[in-house]
């Protein structure tokens, strides 16, 4: 038995590559980064927008236990869906309580932004091994050249009590507070819509 003959069209235009571009490292890459993510002032305007009542996420009425633990999963995700905005801020309120009892890392911090906007005030571009660094690239390197200062300072101990903290008060909410009181199944749904 004979197999029938496939052809196969591969032909087509393809684009040799350009010479003399390395591929690996570019710095160049880094000053388009910050058009992609959305700034820190924007994340903080939608997540404003979307809050809820510190009345109604602090109603100590609402705060029962549970019968089981599938009951309790769906809790947890319920309230982290529910409050996301109020947890973010109960994160910064923690950070921002870490950052006022450390005054050497604020000391840091503000050397840091302060270095970043005389840099941006002046907005010379500066040769650094043969490489032409513009603004947004000198931030990055001032940054980056914080960090030993920052861990002296403590910034690792801060961290890790800020992420613990935060994980430990949020989980608690979420698992205590009856979302059920506030929110039914059907107005759950559409709110899910509206967004």
Request: contains cysteine.
């Amino acid at each position: 038995m004979e197999t029938p003959e496939v052809h196969i069209d591969v032909s087509g235009d393809m684009d040799a590559p350009i010479p003399g571009t390395k591929s690996g490292f570019n710095l160049s890459s880094f000053s388009n980064f910050s058009t992609r993510i959305p700034s820190l002032w924007e994340l903080l305007r939608l997540s404003r927008q979307n809050i809820r009542p510190w009345s109604e996420f602090l109603q100590t009425s609402n705060f029962k236990t549970v019968a089981n633990v599938s009951r309790l999963t769906n809790r947890i995700i319920r309230n982290l869906a529910y409050f996301q905005s109020n947890y973010l801020f109960v994160f910064l309120g923690l950070i921002v309580y870490c950052l006022l009892t450390s005054p050497l890392i604020l000391i840091v911090l503000g050397a840091v932004f302060y270095a970043c906007y005389k840099i941006k005030q002046n907005s010379t571009p500066v040769a650094f091994f043969s490489k032409q660094l513009n603004t947004n690239q000198q931030c990055i390197a001032v940054g980056v050249a914080s960090v030993p200062l920052l861990y002296l300072a403590g910034a690792g101990a801060v961290m890790f009590w800020v992420l613990g903290a935060s994980f430990f008060v949020i989980s608690l909410h979420a698992a205590f507070y009856n979302i059920d009181a506030i929110v039914t199944e059907d107005m759950e749904t559409f709110l899910t819509e509206t967004v």
